[in-house]
């Protein structure tokens, strides 16, 4: 039986904040005692981690990437293998990706073309959700099967037709699908057609650079399709999750559905709270790096989305990592912003860009870990297995120095990817010490995890509706 105890860290959970060592037995948290009491003590290890003026976190849940997504003729850059070596530098223990199902095929076929990409390849523990491109009449019963297999939600997309996108009718089927097999239906809410009239416009008048991409991606189509999702959900008797809610008229359109006490949930990403729609507008098409869905917004935005972060109308920081070198895949929409294949790279930065924002005053230490660690994983079915601190959990655990000075850039990332979106960006707060399941992964700065660590993690049904 293995055994490591860190001794002497602030332990922060969802919960509450308490000096304590941590005992780890097997993978498992065992147990958390006083520092200077007795029972600590007496505790023999194999491996003591001195935590002293350090805070002791969950390893972080980030329950929206896209390790190698297919998209706009090029793939994400980062592979499963280099993308969750960087989820763990940056202190993530746990991803859930997306399979997708393309049209034409089975969400089964998706699926374990999903699985023979992360087999084998990951240093952290990872999940999936499943992309619906076909909501047809045997994608809908396939629901049920992946549920029972541990795929328990499904993201749609109002947006790209003739891609992901499904029509309200075929929304409103996967909802009430959703509602009695207990998938939770996770929307990308922005409305596309529309979007797709106003992109055919721009390029026939020749506004053709990157901030054009956030100029046809009005905040109006986002705040609309989010009303419908809800409408939708709420004629399905269905619960709903709006990823990457970038607008303050969206958060609106939740909070007011909250107010009701419908179970509406939103997810935001670091993008939208610390970039805008000045990055987008960086000349010599640099703003091509920015190029996301939903779009950066005007920086009078950011207000709105650390507010509903406090009151509660939004849930989950996720990143939405979807990375592609500037060099040979963002250019591929030199002339044409429609081509610029969409995301942005992050999945190592989001538990230090929270943190800054605890530094800023955004949110209080307990809700950092809240929306990157705690709720996630009860969102999506794996609380308290991941998420928090606790007897019996499993020992993801970062030691996170809240006072170490750190500058992002390409430079010093391990991304896969050439360029940074937050470079030059100074950070208080960087993680020092990283477990994953009780095996060390980042030790002091130094990566000594390895693929194939990871493991794949079958999910319950949402429990943040108990
Ligand atoms: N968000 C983005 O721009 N790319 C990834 C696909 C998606 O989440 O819509
Ligand atoms: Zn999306
Ligand atoms: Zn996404």
């Not at 046809?216 to 619960?239: C, D, M, N, Y």
């Amino acid at each position: 039986m293995s055994r490591t105890v860190i001794r002497g860290g602030l332990v922060i959970t969802a919960a509450e904040e308490t000096r304590a060592d941590v005992l780890v037995e097997d993978g498992r948290v065992a147990a958390l005692a006083a520092p200077d009491s007795a029972y600590a003590q007496g505790w023999t290890a194999d491996r003591t981690i001195d935590a002293t003026d350090k805070y002791v976190i969950p390893g972080g849940v980030d329950a929206h990437t896209h390790m190698e997504l297919p998209f706009g003729g090029t793939h994400a850059s980062d592979t499963f293998e280099t993308g969750t070596r960087a989820a763990a530098w940056g202190g993530t223990t746990t991803i859930v990706d997306f399979a997708v199902q393309s049209v034409g095929h089975s969400l089964r076929e998706g699926l374990d073309t999903w699985h023979e990409k992360a087999d084998g390849k990951c240093a952290v523990d990872y999940g999936f959700h499943m992309i619906m491109s076909d909501v047809t009449t045997s994608s809908l019963k396939e629901m049920d099967t992946l549920v029972g297999l541990g795929v328990s939600s499904f993201k749609l997309f109002m947006a790209y037709p003739g891609v992901f996108y499904s029509d309200d009718g075929q929304i409103l089927r996967a909802m009430q699908r959703g509602a009695a097999n207990g998938g939770l239906i996770m929307m990308h809410a922005e409305n596309g057609i529309a979007i797709d009239v106003l992109v055919e416009q721009a390029l026939a008048e020749g506004r053709t650079d990157p901030r054009y991409h956030g100029e046809v991606r009005k905040v109006l189509l986002e705040a609309e399709a989010t009303h419908r999702a809800i409408q939708l959900s709420r004629v399905a008797g269905a619960p709903l999750y709006v990823v990457h809610v970038s607008a303050e008229e969206a958060v609106a359109e939740l909070a007011q559905a909250r107010d009701k006490g419908l179970p509406v949930f939103g997810e935001t990403c670091p993008q939208y709270l610390f970039l805008s729609t000045d990055n987008l507008a960086e000349p010599d098409f640099e703003g091509a790096k920015y190029v996301c869905s939903t779009p950066l917004r005007p920086r009078e935005h950011q207000a709105a989305l650390w507010r509903g972060l406090r009151t509660g109308d939004l849930q989950v920081v996720s990143t939405d990592h979807c990375p592609f070198c500037f060099t040979g895949q963002k250019e591929l929409g030199r002339g044409d912003f429609s081509r610029i294949p969409n995301g942005l790279p992050g999945v190592e930065n989001r538990m230090d860009l929270l943190h800054q924002a605890v530094v800023e005053g955004h949110i209080s230490r307990r809700r950092w870990i809240e929306i990157a660690c705690a709720t996630p994983a009860r969102m999506f079915g794996l609380y308290p297995k991941k998420g928090t601190i606790a007897p019996g959990a499993d020992a993801d655990l970062v030691v996170y120095d809240p006072r170490a000075q750190q500058t992002l850039s390409a430079e010093t990332h391990h991304m896969n990817v050439d360029y940074s979106a937050y470079e030059g960006k100074r950070i208080t707060g960087q993680v020092e010490t990283v477990l994953s399941r009780g095996e060390t992964v980042i030790d002091r700065r130094r990566f000594t995890g390895r693929a194939g660590h990871g493991r794949y993690l079958p999910r319950d049904t949402c429990q943040y509706l108990d």
